[in-house]
């Protein structure tokens, strides 16, 4: 596409960035096919390609952002499959979240929009508020229909439904030294998995574990700063980057051989972080690091081999693949294969390609089109009438246990599992058999 963005403007790193994306990309429209939103709603301005028609009017000409080009552009779900699609590699990703800091800096949201965001900028990267914030949604989820009929509400509503009905227990996620070690990994904590289910980190730590790795805990280490990057706070967004490369940084001086994270929509930020902190001298080397270092864990276990075991046998399983590990990260078949090596039917679903609708707090700013692509993506793996639902991501598996009363466990619980592991919670007692009355 022509572009004609000036000298000066061009002397903006973040603008030439823009710039570069948008001049790759030819207009031919292939990604409006998978986009969700394009989909659902049919308006070429809720595609990839008329949404970067509008941020390349907006950009080039210093425009302030309008009410109609702010709605096309928040109802994007970041779900970034117009990039697995795009023939002429259009980096979508960074163009919109460029776009999105623009707006935040120049757009005055009204006033309940911007109540919202703040609050949940302020408590979902921190897990002891976001747990405090969770007791209060449960005692006050009776009033949720009263509150979704007032539709400035909306997102109050949609928070209120998505809260877990019971709180989460936390299982051990110690790490004991792995017998051979293979090499010494950290684990990303997280924010809001390990309150909403810590079960997955203490998961991930037995398999790694057995697969030979020492797992650490990175002191000073925080929120990966994802939820606040894609709501266009950029400079909350670097912060929390910088907190991340430092503790992580004097983790690799003690010997480091990856940076293994459990939620993809963390991952797919952190592999991000050497592009976020190029402009920073004091961090663009530590950043790029940092990203190079950085392995979903399945990932991981993909390159260095699953301990024995085929526990899984017998077992059906429908894979749900997160649009951040999918397309954020393009690990496309590993889940599958693993969980086929430990024995599992796998079973993949129509329209794979598609958002679940959950996107960071996608599904409570825009719980309308949210809601249609949760049913949608429920509708399409309960087809497969499986007995459990796999997902590498806690915002998906939220998102669809929301909607279905087939258990939803994360790939590495039923990893975890049928290599020798316990079962995960959600499955106790939800199936007839499984690996640990196998055969007994
Ligand atoms: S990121 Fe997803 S929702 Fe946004 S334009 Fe691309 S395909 Fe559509
Ligand atoms: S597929 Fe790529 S090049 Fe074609 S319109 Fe979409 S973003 Fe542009």
């Known amino acids: 596409m022509q572009t004609s963005f000036s000298a000066r403007q061009l002397a903006d790193p973040a603008m030439a960035a823009s710039e570069a994306v948008i001049r790759k990309c030819v207009h031919c429209g292939f990604c409006t096919a998978t986009c969700p939103t394009y989909v659902l709603l049919g308006d070429e301005l809720d595609s990839p390609r008329g949404r970067i028609y509008l941020m390349k009017q907006m950009l080039e000409n210093e425009r302030e952002p309008t009410a109609e080009v702010v709605k096309h552009i928040d109802r994007c779900l970041s779900c970034l499959s117009c990039v697995t699609t795009c023939p002429s590699g259009v980096n979508y990703a960074h163009l919109v979240d460029h776009a999105r800091a623009y707006i935040e800096a120049r757009y005055r949201r009204p006033v309940i929009e911007r109540m919202f965001r703040a609050l949940l900028a302020a408590v979902l990267p921190h897990p002891r508020r976001f747990r405090a914030a969770l007791m209060l949604a449960r005692l006050v989820r009776p009033v949720t229909p009263l509150v979704g009929r007032i539709k400035a509400l909306g997102p109050m509503a949609a928070m209120l439904a998505l809260a877990p009905r019971g709180a989460a227990q936390a299982p051990s996620a110690v790490s004991s030294p792995a017998t051979a070690p293979r090499g010494r990994v950290v684990l990303l904590q997280g924010c809001a998995e390990p309150v909403l289910r810590p079960e997955i980190r203490a998961a991930a730590v037995r398999l790694l574990n057995r697969s030979g790795y020492d797992v650490a805990f990175a002191q000073g280490e925080a929120c990966c700063g994802s939820l606040v990057h894609h709501m266009g706070r950029d400079q909350e967004g670097l912060a929390a980057a910088r907190r991340n490369v430092d503790a ?40 790029a690091r940092v990203s190079s270092l ?9 390159a260095a081999g699953l301990p024995e075991g085929k526990g899984g046998e017998g077992i059906k399983v429908a894979y749900h693949a997160p649009c951040s590990l999918q397309h954020g990260q393009q690990i496309t078949s590993a889940p599958q294969r693993l969980l086929t090596a430990a024995g599992f039917a796998v079973r993949t679903p129509a329209e794979a390609h598609l958002c679940c609708g959950s996107a960071g707090v996608y599904n409570i700013m825009q719980s309308g089109i949210a809601g249609q692509l949760g049913d949608r ?25 929301q909607r279905t009363g087939t258990p939803v466990a994360h790939t590495v619980e039923l990893l975890d599992w049928a290599t020798g592991g316990p079962i995960p919670p959600a499955l106790s007692g939800a199936l007839n058999r499984g690996p640990a009355d196998d055969g007994a």
């Not at 990856?258 to 939620?263: K, M, Q, R, Y």
């Not at 991501?393 to 669809?400: E, K, L, P, V």
């Open 248 to 287: 992580w940084d004097r983790e690799i001086a003690r010997g480091l051989d990856a940076i293994v994270i459990t939620a993809s929509g963390c991952g797919a930020t952190i592999k991000d972080y050497g592009f976020m902190l190029r402009d920073d001298p004091a961090y663009a080397e530590k950043a």
């Open 294 to 302: 950085a392995r979903d864990v399945i990932e991981l276990l993909d």
């Open 377 to 401: 993506k429920v509708a399409s793996l309960e087809r497969l009438q499986a007995d459990v639902i796999a997902t590498g991501n806690i915002g998906c598996a939220i998102q669809i246990g």
